[in-house]
């Protein structure tokens, strides 16, 4: 059982490129995730969905997309990188119908902008 | 919108002392409370949750919380902790439509 799994590992763009991260899950969880971890400033959510289809922004959406066009995956776009963006990116998600459900978190994706 | 605050940012400990992290939550609905652990270089992991029932939970490793609803708290202890302890604790309040809110993060550094 995979769990949650995040691609790439590492990430080096330039200013204005864009790219696109990966995030997909095996455990069949209606909610996704996508969190921005910066020091001091703990997790914030970027955007988030409850199923496929459906997509709603979080704290800080502005500079990235997503979409949901399967329950297994969903992608986190940015769409013109900038160094602010610089950050760790953690994909997660979890059963929405039992509340104490806890997330499930990817191992990380850690992007520079240069 | 919930919030979640973590007084203790960075907490520094001998071996074999005992800890408390505080957090407390700002949310009108029913919650779900949750603790995660993220050792260095690894993603967020459970440490231990709240939902209904007995205020205290007990979670992994010796570690428990209490979550006092009067004081909107959700505090995690350990009786004495161990160089291993060493990590980022972030507690984190869940709505029942699935959305997380975590704290900041409190990074304890335990002294062998």
């Known amino acids: 059982n995979a769990g949650v799994t995040q691609t790439p590992k590492f990430q080096v763009l330039k200013t204005g490129q864009s790219m696109t991260l990966q995030c997909a899950q095996d455990m069949n969880h209606e909610y996704m995730s996508w969190y921005r971890q910066d020091p001091g400033m703990g997790l914030r959510l970027i955007h988030y969905?409850?199923?496929?289809?459906?997509?709603d922004q979080g704290e800080v959406p502005n500079g990235y997309n997503v979409s949901r066009s399967t329950t297994e995956d969903f992608p986190l776009r940015l769409l013109s990188a900038a160094p602010s963006q610089t950050s760790v990116y953690f994909c997660?998600?979890?059963?929405?119908?039992?509340?104490?459900?806890?997330?499930?978190f990817g191992n990380g994706t850690r992007l520079t902008v240069t | 919108a919930q919030s979640v605050s973590q007084h203790n940012h960075h907490v520094i400990l001998s071996e074999a002392a005992s800890l408390e992290l505080g957090c407390n939550y700002s949310?009108?609905?029913?919650?779900?409370l949750f603790w995660y652990v993220q050792y260095p270089g690894q993603h967020l992991q459970l440490l231990l949750k709240?939902?209904?029932?007995?205020?205290l939970v007990k979670g992994i490793k010796g570690f428990e919380a209490e979550f006092i609803k009067s004081k909107f708290s959700f505090n995690l202890r350990k009786p004495s902790v161990q160089w291993s302890d060493t990590a980022e604790y972030f507690c984190a309040v869940k709505t029942n439509a699935g959305k997380s809110t975590f704290g900041d993060g409190t990074t304890l550094t335990v002294k062998p």
């Open positions: 949310y009108g609905g029913t919650v779900n």
């Open positions: 997660a998600s979890s059963y929405i119908g039992t509340a104490e459900s806890p997330l499930h």
């Open positions: 709240y939902f209904s029932g007995d205020p």
């Open positions: 969905s409850v199923g496929a289809g459906i997509t």
